[in-house]
């Protein structure tokens, strides 16, 4: 998980270039989270060790009530960018070279 880039592999040896979204550690489940989008803009979490430094497995996420933590933050990182690109002139962070922000408003 390098550069905000991370690298899924499929069964079939496939790989996805996804963009990290943010990084959560949770005190309640003891765990490391990791939300991205795919390259088709579809976001989705697993749990990974931070102490792998990027090169280790992730982990699917299993409870609902983990899911339910992910979606509040996921809403309130997409509430913090959305007033964050009324103002964006299209050269911000979350730009893509072709000047459209890559960021969507509503994930689902």
Do not use: Q
Not at 22 to 39: A, I, L, Q, R, W
Not at 80 to 97: G, H, L, Q, Y
């Amino acid at each position: 998980m390098e550069d905000n880039t991370l690298i899924i592999r499929t069964d079939d040896g496939k790989e996805i270039k996804c963009t990290i979204l943010f990084t959560h550690h949770s005190d309640e489940f003891k765990k490391d989270y990791v939300v991205f989008v795919d390259d088709k803009n579809i976001c989705s979490a697993a749990i990974y060790n931070p102490e792998d430094h990027g090169n280790g497995e992730l982990l699917e996420i299993k409870t609902e009530a983990e899911w339910n933590m992910l979606e509040k933050l996921l809403n309130t990182y997409n509430n913090d960018n959305e007033a964050t690109n009324e103002a964006c002139d299209n050269n911000c962070a979350n730009c893509s070279k072709s000047g459209n922000c890559d960021i969507e408003e509503d994930e689902e």
